[in-house]
């Protein structure tokens, strides 16, 4: 008990209820910073320290690498148990592909394909097709076919759909892709999604993750797609182990299918789910808040929370209405540097915000003319630079030669690099018996 008691000190009132609500479906709905993921981990350590679940049972479900590896961490600092089933939606659908997979023809170890992998696929596909890329973007034509996947439309399904020319396009393309991926032994990252739901479908696997499964527990409940809301309602199954945390209003993935919708299913197919909501911000002054809220409240499609905090109003917003994009940029430069001379900010302390990758080259230019060192957060993400794709390329095409996507890769990386790469093989007598995604 005592160890109980200590994690749900410094909670509020309603922030306890709902680590310890014990009897059936939960929805947590709060805004941005009022502690949804703080109190989902407390709930699946609170459950684990009270003895009503083992780390084993539980699966930690969230959106990103970092989050869950976050909730990962402070479950175990809090319990002493790492739950092994806790990650992103996409990381626990390969785990059970690698154990189950062969029951619907799944190799143990397929390669996964990522977004850049699959825009190389489709490029050298439009090539051997001569369509010229100008005029079927690679990006346009992918998103078609994940739109004919996440529908579970097969080529063949697809073809009765098309309609003119680009739709003919998408239809070849998505044939060769299917056709190149099964060849390879490789998924791409809706296949991780829309296969394990199929593989779910086979009843005796069902039951069996079911019995593993007991209780189930997602966060950022509102970014979910309309496969992820079928896979962990299958998981859920009669039991109704199922806690979602969410916020309808900050909805970030409504471009891969994201449906903040979702919430009403969740209460539709759970008619006993007790929602409690969080109100008590922990990130923001009164100020913020009562401009978010006042943005927020013209959306008419979900609830709105009504957000308060103990931090007292704090000063002003204030606002710039720039003439452009040059203006804005020289008044973000002029900013920073007031603020570091004269109040003593270090500049880590200031973050720059932008709406789309583009607006980021004006600003990088400003900065970089006045002298102000600036670190780009999520520019070019690690595994689409050039020196890691070429390695990871290298290392694939040794799993398996008929990787073609892989293998025009190396012919491109020089004869150099090539043999730095062949040398360090030799070296280490790479051995790639438990490669893992
Ligand atoms: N009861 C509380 N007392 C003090 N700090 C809290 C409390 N609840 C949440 N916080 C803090 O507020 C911040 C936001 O919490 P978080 O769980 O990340 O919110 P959300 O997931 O809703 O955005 C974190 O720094 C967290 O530690
Ligand atoms: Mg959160």
Redesign the pocket.
Known sequence: MPKTHKLLT???DQ?KKAVTYDEGPLLVL????????????ERVAYFIAEKKLRAENALLLTFTNKAAGEMKERVTKLTGFAPPFSGTFHSFCAKLLRIDGRAIGIPPGFLIYDEADQKDLVKQILAELNLPPDSYSPGAILHDISEAKNQMLSPAQYAELIQGDWGEAVFKVYGFYEKHLKEIGALDFDDLLIKTVILLNIPQILKKWQRVLTHIFV??WQDTNKIQYTLTKLLVGDRKNITA?G?ASQSIYSWRGADFRNINYLVRDFPNIKIIN?E????STQNILNAANFVISKNTTHPILKLWTQKGEGPKIKLYAARNGFDEASFVVDKTSRLNSYKNYAFADIAVLYRTNAQSRVLEEALLHAGIPYVLVGGVRFYDRKEIKDVISYIRHLINPKDSVSKKRIEKIGIRRFEKLEEFRKDKRFGFGDADC
């Open positions: 410094g909670l509020n922030q709060a805004g941005a910073g009022s502690g949804k993921t703080k109190v989902l981990t966060d950022e945390v916020d969080l008590q911000n922990y990130r």
